[in-house]
């Protein structure tokens, strides 16, 4: 009777065993990978999300065109990405001023500027129109720039919304006339392609008459 008890005893220690065995042979190499892929997470780099741009080109596109035909969304679109670029070396880098970009007067004053740091790998993800709104005065188009950068090594992300704005009155408050470089006669109106006295085509140089007036975080 006592042997029998013993020999149960060993069946049941030795069937214990060989499940406990199985168990570490299966969950021994799970819990190992988790440990590792917890370690890797822990030491990977902070990555930010680059943020969503909230446009839509495809509206105010050919609203800007039949105002503007000779306007050249991508000139802007480049422009942008290099006025953002200047920004963020005149905010952190202690650039004094724009340089590359067209902007209007008091486009630098509302900077906030935190000079000392290094901003590198400056990539502008996407570049949308948000917005436009034509008055007798200025045309204003607001693009939308999501923008990733390293800030002194750290990982950032942002978006910024850009005014591009065409000023139709001069600086006294005149309407501002265009004139025909060929034939020197005066254009009727914005959305003219061909001088009505001479014939010649209308090309105004994106670049050279649009200005930035506002850069914002949004
Ligand atoms: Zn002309």
Known sequence: MHYTFYIILGVVAVVVLGLLARLAGTFGPMLRDALLMFRLAKDAPRTAETKTVFGATSIYLPQVLRDFPDFHNNDAIAAVKTLVCEYLAIRYEGIPRFARSIVAEGL????????????????VHQVAMSRYIKTKECATITYQASVGYTLDGEPV?????????????????????????????VYTSTSQTVCVYCGAGIVRDTIKSWRFTSITLS
């Open 108 to 123: 630098l004053s509302p900077i906030d500027r935190q000079p000392g740091h290094t901003v590198k790998n400056e990539i």
């Open 157 to 185: 992300e942002e978006r910024y919304a850009v005014e591009y704005t065409l000023s139709l009155r001069d600086e006294y408050g005149e309407k501002q006339t265009l004139v025909c470089p060929q034939c020197g006669g």
